[in-house]
């Protein structure tokens, strides 16, 4: 069982940054793949970035060249550095982490989920 708790959401006009943090309950290092999911008022929830272990990266199209997705892992935390913020990335962002079998690209089965943080981005 891993506890996932996110923070660093807010309110923010377009063109500013925010960075979210998610604390892991326990030590996943490789042994879990970790992601951002979002999901705003009336949509489908969609992965936005997600890290293979300690290096890989993949990214949504939607956020290429403004985000970025790292990991600590002596923190146990992941990160999501978000900057050019347009009012479309308004949503509950949440963190997710599994392991790697349960991946595919930005999809996740059988994920642990945080809670959410909202992020919410005025024009």
């Known amino acids: 069982q891993v506890q996932l708790v996110e923070s660093g959401g807010g309110s923010v006009q377009a063109g500013g940054s925010l960075r979210l943090s998610c604390a892991a309950s326990?030590?996943?290092?490789?042994?879990?793949?970790m992601g951002w999911f979002r999901q705003a008022p009336g949509k489908e929830r969609e992965g936005v970035a997600v890290?293979?272990?300690?290096?890989?990266?993949s990214y949504a199209d939607s956020v290429k060249g403004r985000f970025t997705i790292s990991k600590d892992n002596a923190k146990n935390t992941l990160y999501l550095q978000m900057n050019t913020l347009r009012p479309e990335d308004t949503a509950m962002y949440y963190c997710?982490?599994?392991?790697?079998?349960?991946?595919?690209?930005?999809?996740?089965?059988?994920?642990?989920w945080g809670q959410g943080t909202q992020v919410t981005v005025s024009s």
């Open positions: 997710a982490a599994a392991q790697p079998q349960n991946w595919s690209s930005l999809r996740c089965e059988s994920c642990f």
């Open positions: 326990l030590y996943t290092s490789n042994n879990y793949y």
């Open positions: 890290i293979y272990g300690s290096w890989g990266t």
